[in-house]
């Protein structure tokens, strides 16, 4: 049976949040009765909850995001809660962090048009940091 690459990308990303020197607790949502939500739950003692919504680039340097996690982001994102989407798949194995407030724009543009929290490797990625940094501002 062939893993799709989302669910190596989850795999993968549990297993950094989980077993890194900070350590994080994670659950993957699978929510039916609340479409738009997103596919991560995470806690850290540093920053409490926060969700993360997983996506992989596709063509033209862009991500496919349905309306209803579009509009999902965007209400609570740009209501302040720390709702972040995770991008993954970038040359490099690299990966890119948005404020989930941005998913309006990623669903019109590529993900270079629209600034990020972070760009690098995931494995690099000091998570609760950006997610403290950007609940500063």
Not at 3 to 13: R, Y
Not at 43 to 54: C, P, S, V
Not at 116 to 131: H, P
Request: hydrophobic share 35%.
């Amino acid at each position: 049976m062939t893993v799709k690459p989302e669910t190596n990308f989850w795999k993968n990303l549990k297993t950094l949040l989980e077993n890194g020197l900070e350590k994080y607790l994670v659950s993957r949502i699978e929510s039916y009765s609340t479409p738009g939500f997103p596919d991560c739950v995470v806690f850290h003692k540093k920053t409490g909850f926060f969700t993360l919504e997983l996506k992989l680039i596709h063509r033209n340097n862009r991500i496919l995001i349905s309306p209803l996690q579009t509009a999902w982001n965007k209400w609570y994102g740009g209501s302040g809660a720390p709702v972040f989407i995770l991008v993954g798949g970038l040359e490099g194995r690299r990966v890119k962090l948005f404020s989930g407030a941005s998913a309006q724009e990623l669903r019109e543009k590529d993900i270079d048009s629209v600034p990020g929290l972070y760009e690098g490797s995931l494995k690099d990625l000091e998570l609760w940091s950006v997610v403290h940094a950007s609940s500063k501002k």
